[in-house]
Each structure stands twice: as C-alpha cells, then as structure tokens.
C-alpha cells in the first residue's frame, strides 16, 4: 500500500523537491547576502544603541543612516517572502484535492478500493503518507524562511508579529501546510472532481487565514497596555521593541483618550523656542501620555505555537471527517 | 445449489431517480452469467452494489452470504473489472502486476504474468499508451490473479473491435471453466453474450425483467402464429410477453405452460428473440411529453 502510494506520487514528490531546490537556489544566496551586510554594517550592535531608552546621540545618527541604507538595499526582498505565503496553499492545491478526486475522476478508484485492502486502510495510509510529506516540506520550508528572514526583520524593523513576517516563518507555514493539505483530501472526498475540490480548498484556505489573522490572532492572550510618558521624550516610542501594538493613542493626565492612533514626542530642546516646553504636553495638558496595546515580542513563539496549534487541530477534524466520509464515495 | 450472489427487493436511487429498483435475484456458483440490458438500465449500478462500492438504499445484497457493503471480508472473493477498465495508466503492466501482489493476500502473479505474456502484452509500457484491448486484457489478467470466486466484468468488451471482442471473451472463458469460477458479465449487446452465458439476467429501465438458465428460458418461450387475438387466455399458455398484430393475424412470444391450442402455429425461439421480446416490453423513462412533443 505504501508502495502503491509512493509508485503514485512519486512524479509529484520529484517535482515538489525540484522546486524546493530551486527555491533554495534563490534563498540561500540572498541570505547569505543578506546576512553578509548586516554583519559588515554592525546592525546587530546599532540596534541595542537605537533601542537603549536614553540613545547615544553620538552613534545613533551613523546608526540610523546604516539601518536606512540596508532597509532601501533589501526591503524588495520581503516580496520574496510573499512566495512563501502561497506555498502551503499551493501544496493544499496540488497534493491534497488530487488525492481522492482524481481517483475518482479518472475510474481508478473502482479498481483500488476491490483488491484485497478496504477502503478505509487505503484512506489512512494514502492520507498519513501526503500529510507527513506536506509537513516535512513545510519543515524545511517554515525554518528555512525563519533564517532567510531574520536580517530583514531585525534591521528593517519589521515587525516580527506583522502580517507577512509571522506569518512565513517559523512554524506556522507547518501548521498552514498541513491544513491545506488536509482541506484538500477533504474536499476531495466530498466533491470528488478536480476543479470542485481545488476550488473549495482555494476558498476555504484564504478565507480562514484571512478570518483568522484579522479577528483572532490580537486576541490569542490577553492584550497587555502600557503608558509611556511624553515627558523628556526626544522620539516617539517606536516598535523597535518589537512588542506587537494592537492600538495606540495620547491620553491626557485623567486617562481619557484625546488623540487615537497617535503617539507623541517633546523633540530635542534645541528645536524649540528658548523657555518652550514640550510641545504636546502644551496641546493635551501637563501629564499627557502615550498609551499602547500590545502583544510583548517574546509571546512570539508562543503565538506561532497557538497558531499552527490552531491549523494542525483543523487539520485533524479534517482527516478524521474524510476518512469517515470515504465509504460513501461512489 | 450454492448462490454466488444475491439479491432481495434491492434498490439503489440517484437523488429521486431510482437506478435500480425491486431487484431480486439468486446466481448460482460456478454459472457464467450475463446481465443484459441497453445502456442506463441499472447494469453498472447492479454490479458496484455487488462488490460493495454502492450502499443500497432498499433492500439487501450478499455476496457468499456476506453484505459487500464496507466489509473488507469480502474482497478476496471478487475479481472486479470496472467500465472501461480504469488502470493507473502511468504504470506498466508489470508494476500493475506487483501492485496487485502488494494489494491483495491471495495473488497468483505467475498466472497473470503467464497470461499477459501469451497474449504479447509489452510489461515495460505505460497502460495508458496500450491499445483499449489490450488494457482490457491487463485489467482481467489482474482481476483473475486474485483467483476470485467470483469474476464481474462491466461491459468488459465494450470498447474493443469485434475481432478483439471475440479473443477476450474466448480467453475468458478459457481461464474460468476449470476453475470453477462464477462470471457475471454485463453488456449492452446481446452477440457478446449468447455464446458464453449459461445464465442470463435482462435489465431494463432499473428493474429485472428476466432471469433464469439459458436453455429454461429458451425452453419456455415460444413463438405463436395464429388468428387476430384481442387479449383473451390462450389455452397453454402462461403470459404473453409480447404482441404484433396485422389485420388477420397475431404473432406472439408466449411462456407456455402446457400444450398450446392446436388454432396457433408454435415455433421454436432463439434466446435473441426471447431477450428482444423482453427489451421491448420495458416502457422507456423519457415520454414524449417531458419532450414536449404530440404522443
């Protein structure tokens, strides 16, 4: 059974491990590049000068102009990144709607399913041998991009938590592989014919992670707010922190919100006027202050875990209602 | 007398469509039998529900006294060959050949080896780039290297030129009579069948019209010439299966049940006549008024 299942799949696994060359073919120069220039321009260091809470004026401007030079250098790069995006759907598209629906398009499962195996062994091994390839692409795939990804993040001040960044990389491309995967087979079995099934599995897996990103990743642990003074503040509190800020604002000394979406900064005291004070705490009143909500940047591995633990729990209810579903296929 | 198949008051719908209906049949072992019916007829539909790929919606069906229905167990006893003979047609008849022997408990690869080889089936191509009699052959050869108890064909020679037709169906009946394997084997054209069949089944419009040995049924018809008969009982005879009539005269297909009314010329039936009288009875499912034409 396994045989047969490897004798059927093994074009697309060749195919599926050229293209993962060929894509290792563009990331890992790029990488390396990457990897090279921000090692030559000692980004590393420049980011714990800019992120120090009093910033040395001496070497924050070099470091600021460094940081710009490699942001401009690279920053099309994360466009690659977006090729990562659609790889789990690809592989949803391409492994897991085929399995079943074109079985039974093309006859071929009234010829499996009356030899000597039911047909739900066949299910279970045909479906654990896709599933365990998907993950083990996504494996190499989710790290890989984790490596490839990490400079930009870091010097660009990406976000780790933004969209695209958590998104293609780390573990969740496992989590989103598995689900299309899974979707797919799915799919499949309850609309056995290719382009019914490749269409629901497109559908079905933009429309959740669309769902899911906007409405429920924020939430995954309780929101947490801090406020910051404006007092003395020369910039504006940024997120080279990496802290992910769900919503920000200036509230004035009583707590209420007088400016939403905005932060605030007093600026150098050599812009102003001579005897100016600080210029927002003149607009909002003394004891203004810049309020965040946030998600702390070292839930980051612990959002990646919620989220594909989130994809590969679907997953299963998909396998589960696929392989009970298989009997009835006609 | 040992039943290969049966069937009781077995039915099987397509959304409202009924595919098969009120389906009652007894196969015995070692028969070879032939499902006849014209295309749509429930011939298909008759023979999934047989190794268990369709659920019945009415009624039941064993196989060996089992119930095919998602039940593994019976799977080493059929030898099936689907319409068309769907094969993995990226792989070679010899992978087919090993695929089997990895599918199945019971596999003789030396007999299905040794029949594709007499009959010069290339093993190192592609099923998809044989010719259609070919494949057909590759699909029997594999279906009988399970050494099944029971061997259903679907219109297994459909698709194949009467030369190609008439070697598959010899080769066919060459590797099951010592066996003692039963065949079910449908198809749409009678010629097919007459000379292989000693059991014969008649589908029309998804309900049994006829069933029973082929010598019995031949047995029990006969053709009756006599005066223009208007329906009333014939002395001898037990149903008219159906009527012509010209002016003067009426010539019937009869089952007789004893000695006919000495006014009607009786003659002997083939089974074609027997199985056209049957055919033609059947009332198709598609009137003239879901075609809105004048009846």
Same mark, same amino acid.
């Given at each position: ?6 004798? $059927? ?11 993962? =060359? ?5 990331? %890992? ?15 590393? +260091? ?56 074109? /079985? ?19 299910? =279970? ?11 083990? !692409? ?70 959740? &992670? %669309?769902?899911?990103? !906007? ?7 309780? =929101?947490?707010?801090?406020? %910051? ?53 003149? /607009? ?10 946030? $998600? ?13 633990? %989130? ?5 299963? !209810?998909? *396998? ?11 | 007398?040992?039943?290969? #198949? +049966?069937? +009781?008051? *077995? ?14 049949? &007894? ?35 064993? *196989? ?32 087919? !050949? $090993? ?55 679907? +219109? ?67 053709? *009756? ?26 010539? #019937? ?9 000495? /006014? ?32």
């Amino acid at each position: 059974m396994i045989w047969l299942t490897w004798r $059927q799949h093994r074009r697309q696994a060749l195919f599926t491990l050229v293209a993962l =060359l060929a894509l290792a073919a563009l990331m %890992i120069p790029t990488g390396l590049m990457m990897r090279a220039s921000y090692a030559d321009k000692g980004l590393a +260091e420049c980011l714990r000068v800019l992120n120090a809470v009093q910033p040395d004026p001496g070497r924050a401007g070099p470091c600021s102009r460094a940081l710009n030079q490699f942001a401009d250098q690279f920053n099309s790069m994360s466009l690659l990144g977006v090729l990562f995006l659609v790889l789990p759907l690809i592989v949803g598209l391409f492994w897991g709607a085929p399995l079943v629906a074109r /079985e039974v398009e093309q006859g071929t499962h009234r010829f499996a399913w009356t030899q000597g195996i039911g047909r739900r062994q066949w299910a =279970l091994v045909k479906f654990g041998f896709v599933a365990v390839v998907a993950v083990l !692409v996504a494996v190499v795939y989710g790290l890989g991009m984790s490596w490839w990804v990490a400079p930009l993040t870091g010097a660009a001040q990406q976000n780790r938590f933004d969209v695209f960044f958590f998104d293609m990389q780390g573990v969740t491309p496992i989590g989103y592989t598995l689900f299309a995967v899974a979707l797919g087979i799915c799919a499949g079995v309850y609309w056995p014919r290719m382009m019914p099934a490749m269409a629901v599995t497109l559908g079905g897996f933009i429309g959740l &992670r %669309i769902l899911l990103t !906007v409405l429920a990743r924020p939430h995954y642990l309780p =929101l947490e707010t801090r406020a %910051i003074p404006i007092e003395g503040t020369i910039g504006e509190p940024g997120g080279a922190s990496g802290d992910w800020i769900i919503d920000k604002g200036i509230r004035d000394a009583g707590g209420t919100m007088v400016l939403p979406g905005a932060q605030a900064a007093c600026g150098a005291e050599s812009a102003r006027p001579a005897g100016g004070r600080c210029p927002p705490l003149e /607009e909002f009143g003394e004891g203004a202050y810049n309020w965040q909500l946030f $998600q702390p940047a070292d839930r980051f591995w612990l959002f990646q875990g919620i989220e594909s633990g %989130i994809f590969v729990a679907l997953a299963a !209810v998909l *396998l589960y209602l696929a392989v009970r579903r298989i009997r009835r296929v006609a | 007398m040992d039943v290969a #198949l +049966e069937t +009781e008051q *077995l039915g099987k719908r397509y959304g409202k469509r009924w595919a098969l209906q009120d389906c009652s049949l &007894r196969l015995p072992t070692g028969r070879i039998v032939g499902l006849v019916g014209p295309n749509g007829a429930g011939k298909s539909t008759l023979l999934h529900l047989a190794v268990g790929l369709l659920r019945p919606d009415a009624g039941e069906v064993r *196989l060996f006294g089992r119930s095919p229905y998602d039940n593994p167990a019976v799977l080493p006893d059929i030898g099936f060959v689907a319409q068309d003979t769907p094969l993995y047609r990226d792989f070679t008849a010899a992978e087919l !050949v $090993q695929l089997g022997g990895r599918m199945n408990r019971r596999w003789d690869a030396a007999l299905a080896r040794e029949r594709l080889a007499q009959l010069g089936i290339p093993p190192k191509l592609p099923v998809g780039r044989l010719s259609g009699g070919q494949r057909a052959q590759v699909a029997l050869a594999l279906a009988l290297a399970k050494r099944p108890r029971l061997l259903l064909l679907d +219109e297994p020679v459909a698709s194949l030129d009467p030369l190609a037709r008439r070697e598959f169906l010899q080769s066919l009946m060459g590797s099951v009579t010592d066996s003692g394997t039963t065949v079910l084997l449908s198809s749409h054209l009678l010629a097919d069948l007459e000379r292989t069949c000693d059991h014969l089944v008649v589908l029309h419009s998804s309900r049994v019209r006829l069933a029973g040995a082929v010598d019995d049924l031949v047995d029990a018809h006969r053709q *009756l010439v006599g005066p223009r008969h208007i329906g009333e009982p014939i002395a001898g005879v037990g149903t008219v299966v159906r009527a012509r009539h010209t002016d003067r005269q009426s010539t #019937l297909l009869a089952r007789i049940d004893g000695v006919v009314d000495p /006014e009607w010329t009786v003659h002997d039936v083939t089974l074609e006549d027997v199985i056209l009288g049957y055919l033609a009875d059947g009332e198709t499912t598609v009137t003239r008024t879901d075609w809105e034409v004048p009846a």
